[in-house]
């Protein structure tokens, strides 16, 4: 059973910082490229960042760059998101995608709250 279980959201004042983890099982975590989107109310879903299978390539959102870190442990199927100097219009639903890298498929997580507010 394919699961992308995520966590580590909360409520955290402006300037506050929060690490996201993203636990998979299921499937070869290996063979996919890892990323985490965010959807705020009323708005799309919008890429944050993504990293390559072995972790050598990572991307960024151009309003999350300088803030925030993706990373993984291939080890412990795990992919993090280090969010530093958290503003308000960081508050959204954080989720969890895998893409393979060969074929399509695509799982995603469920999602976890992070709201930054005063």
């Known amino acids: 059973q394919v699961q992308l279980v995520e966590s580590g959201g909360e409520l955290v004042q402006p300037g506050g910082s929060l690490r996201l983890s993203c636990e998979a099982s299921g499937f070869i975590f290996t063979q996919y490229r890892m990323s985490w989107y965010r959807q705020a109310p009323g708005k799309e879903r919008e890429l944050v960042a993504s990293i390559s299978t072995a972790g050598g390539s990572t991307d960024y959102a151009d309003s999350v760059k300088g803030r925030f870190t993706i990373s993984r442990d291939n080890v412990k199927n795990t992919v993090y998101l280090q969010m530093n100097s958290l503003k308000l219009e960081d508050t959204a639903v954080y989720f969890c995608?895998?893409?393979?890298?060969?074929?399509?498929?695509?799982?995603w997580g469920q999602g976890t709250q992070v709201t930054v507010s005063l």
């Open positions: 995608k895998a893409t393979h890298q060969w074929i399509d498929r695509v799982y």
